[in-house]
């Protein structure tokens, strides 16, 4: 009979559980030993969830209180020397790595994030040098073995390989200039194999051991390392199964194949095409082919009839017993139930499979190609035919407008009207002062706004009372900004509950959902609406706030737009047309926007695109493609202003040294970019690419609550002035403050402002 896996489940909890006791603990409102009774409520129902669903393979050690990878670290010792000795619980050790902490004596930076291969969930980056002493300090996937044992369910632990987690991790300071953190490997692999051998002395059957970076083109550098590591672990493991996700393994299958390992996961959501190469390489060898037939990223349903075609040329090459259905990459990425979801019509319910609807679908197509003879299973495969056909309908569909619209695009519409030297003598309208100081757009969303929201939500408010809620919340962002002394304003996003969301409301062609939550990092989740027809704007979207802010002050204000391609990459895009077209689609709806914040008056328009290095396929041979069109429909967003109106960007948690050019080609007029969180490595890509328009490096980092001061500050404007032309030079924040308090908001911003004041002092 073939098996069926899931590969790691929403750690959040089906009511968002963990963000509200994490948040608490942070407060001071509640105990570790509260954390932890909410963390294993949260596991139980997980694990009870799949077994009722009937998933051979349930993930264990998957879970979560902020990262994966950050736990990895936690647990194998490799905690920065800047954390010891502080007088921190464990707990708060942790804590302190993930978002930094300022109290009691303490003040100590977060951890570098960056975004987690080509998905929007963001890991806390290891960093790692030749002092480290690796060593157990808990063996996570063994206690959440033995805790899920306890409740009489048998779970297959779920470890990040070593390979994979020394290829993402970076030097610290301190490393010797050559120092590479692969070359931890001997170093590291004790810890695994006492990790390893212990989860077997448990009872462990099998362990599901992560090894992504193998779809990436760097992958295939560390064949060697593999070679010589995996024999050792397989020598005291119990059965490993190496898995693979997100992409295509590419001629990776073949040393893979040859490696002692008991079975192989390949994600054939994102790379059914390379079905056939895994085979062959399996097929003179006894090793169990796991294949990701379901898609751990969309919330589409799945195509039984495609998944079974694929699943029955592997049985026929391999047999059922070496053979597992699985999804094609953990369901993290998508919301826990679509049973939570209570405003979707029926019709709309029926297109979609959120995380536990997924699990039964590869528990359904599991006993489909078994042959089984349940009627359950034959009704489900029935309703899955129908549930595609009235999908395929449906998507025949289209918005004649919208298309001719696209087909309709000129090159010169991706051009501004005249070279940046031009637009900056005309730009000096704006009056800014020499190092002009701004922030990325939000400010924090309270208590009290998020309950005016809640209460017109329910009706307990009027349209109009909320609008005038709104106004004074800008008025009073509007004022806070012009008493610190910041130079171009925004209007603080009151009105918005997401930079994705917010849009897609106003917008056609998308739906939205309740209780959708997915984690994009730490307790930071999010509510991606899902594109199921063309877009296109029905009305200004953000003219008239922005209108608003800028009649409150003489200073000049920001327009502040989500651009098409995060639009895109922060939604659940649709599946029956390319990415390319419905970013096109976006970014003619976001031009009209942009024309009109113009002719309102607003000098400046900021359009970011943090997810587009996101989005850049992981494989090089792809990258081409996706910076033309994604590049280009920035472009076609911005080009349509005079060359008077600034057109900003936004960049941020991603290495940006290898698409630096391609954001040099946005031809935007500043972009501002995260550079604090990664120790001012961006300081590099300047030295070696230069950059010739107005650019903000981020100064401090905003996911943290912590407060920079006027002199560290002041150090990194001296470090970014070491390459960049001080009179193109902005200061600004990493992020947008949204998440932030008032006070430390505050606080931080006043050190920005002083340390600005000193560069004008002493750069004449």
């Known amino acids: 009979m073939v098996a069926s896996s899931v590969l790691g489940f929403p750690r959040i909890g089906p009511n968002r559980e963990i963000k509200k006791v994490v948040e608490a603990y942070w407060a001071g409102k509640t105990n570790a030993e509260e954390v932890t009774k909410v963390a294993a409520e949260v596991k139980k129902l997980n694990w009870t969830e799949l077994q009722q669903r009937g998933v051979t393979y349930i993930p264990s050690g998957d879970f979560s209180l902020y990262d994966h990878v950050l736990d990895h670290s936690a647990a194998f010792n490799a905690i920065p020397k800047r954390y010891h000795g502080l007088g921190l619980s464990p707990l708060d050790t942790y804590f302190a790595m993930a978002r930094g902490r300022q109290a009691d004596g303490v003040d100590v930076p977060a951890g570098e994030m960056k975004k987690w291969f080509d998905s929007n969930y963001h890991f806390l980056v290891p960093e790692l040098d030749d002092a480290v002493e690796f060593k157990l300090n808990f063996n996570k996937p063994l206690e959440e073995f033995n805790e899920a044992k306890a409740l009489g369910i048998t779970t297959r632990p779920v470890v990040l390989g070593p390979i994979t987690y020394l290829a993402l991790s970076k030097a610290t300071k301190e490393a010797k200039a050559d120092f590479e953190p692969i070359s931890l490997l001997p170093k590291i692999l004790p810890v695994y194999k006492q990790l390893l051998s212990e989860l077997k002395a448990a009872g462990a059957e099998w362990v599901q051991i992560d ?151 590869v528990a359904t197509i599991a006993a489909v190609v078994s042959g089984s003879q349940d009627a359950a299973v034959a009704a489900a495969l029935e309703a899955n035919r129908t549930s595609i056909a009235k999908r395929r309908d449906f998507e025949k569909n289209s918005d004649d407008s919208v298309r001719k619209r696209v087909a309709s695009i000129t090159p010169d519409q991706y051009e501004r009207k005249s070279p940046f030297a031009v637009r900056l003598d005309a730009q000096k309208v704006l009056n800014l002062p020499k190092f002009p100081t701004t922030t990325i757009g939000s400010f924090p969303q309270t208590k009290e706004i998020r309950q005016a929201r809640a209460k017109l939500g329910k009706g307990e408010i009027s349209e109009g009372e909320y609008e005038e809620f709104i106004k004074k919340e800008i008025e009073s962002a509007v004022r806070f900004q012009e008493k610190i002394g910041l130079d171009l304003l925004v209007h603080g996003e009151p009105e918005r509950n997401d930079m994705v969301q917010y849009f897609g409301e106003r917008l056609s062609g998308f739906v939205f959902t309740q209780n959708a939550w997915v984690q994009s990092y730490g307790s930071r989740y999010v509510r991606p609406p899902i594109i199921v027809s063309d877009v296109s704007r029905k009305e200004p979207m953000t003219v008239r706030w922005s209108q608003y802010a800028q009649s409150l002050t003489s200073k000049p204000m920001k327009g502040m737009l989500t651009g098409p391609v995060t639009i895109l990459n922060w939604s659940f895009p649709r599946v029956d047309i390319s990415r390319e077209l419905q970013a096109q689609q976006l970014a003619l709806a976001l031009r009209d926007e942009v024309c009109d914040l113009e002719a309102a008056g607003i000098k400046a328009i900021q359009v970011d695109e943090p997810a587009l290095r996101e989005g850049l396929p992981l494989r090089r041979a792809d990258w081409d493609s996706y910076l033309n069109w994604a590049g280009n429909t920035f472009k076609l967003s911005t080009a349509g202003v005079g060359d008077h109106t600034q057109t900003h960007s936004h960049f941020c948690y991603s290495d940006f040294d290898d698409i630096f050019p391609q954001i040099q080609r946005l031809d935007a007029d500043v972009i501002s970019i995260e550079a604090s969180k990664s120790d001012m490595k961006l300081i590099n890509t300047f030295k070696h690419y230069g950059y010739s328009n107005n650019i903000g490096p981020g100064v401090y980092d905003v996911h943290s609550p912590r407060v920079p001061g006027d002199v560290e500050i002041q150090e990194r404007i001296k470090a970014m002035l070491a390459y960049l032309d001080q009179s193109l030079l902005y200061v600004n924040p990493d992020c947008g403050l949204k998440t932030r308090g008032w006070k430390e908001t505050e606080a931080s911003l006043v050190s920005l402002v002083q340390a600005a004041r000193w560069a004008r002092e002493n750069y004449v």
């Open 211 to 361: 090894e992504p970076i193998l779809v990436t083109d760097k992958g295939a550098n560390f064949e060697s390392q593999y070679v010589s590591a995996y024999p050792e672990l397989v020598a005291v493991a119990p059965k490993l199964l190496l898995t693979t996700f997100y992409g295509r393994l590419e001629s990776n299958v073949n040393f893979i194949a040859k490696l002692p390992i008991a079975g192989l996961h390949i994600d054939l959501d994102r790379a059914p095409e390379q079905l056939e190469k895994a085979i062959n390489a399996v097929s003179s060898t006894p090793i169990v082919l796991s294949l990701g037939v379901v898609s751990g990223r969309s919330v589409w349903k799945t195509d039984f009839s495609a998944a079974i075609k694929l699943a029955e040329k592997a049985i026929s090459a391999l047999g059922e017993d070496r053979v597992i259905i699985a999804t094609a990459s953990t369901v993290l990425h998508i919301p826990v139930t679509l049973a939570s979801e209570k405003k979707l019509t029926e019709e709309q319910k029926d297109w979609f499979s959120f995380a536990l609807e997924k699990a039964s679908e």
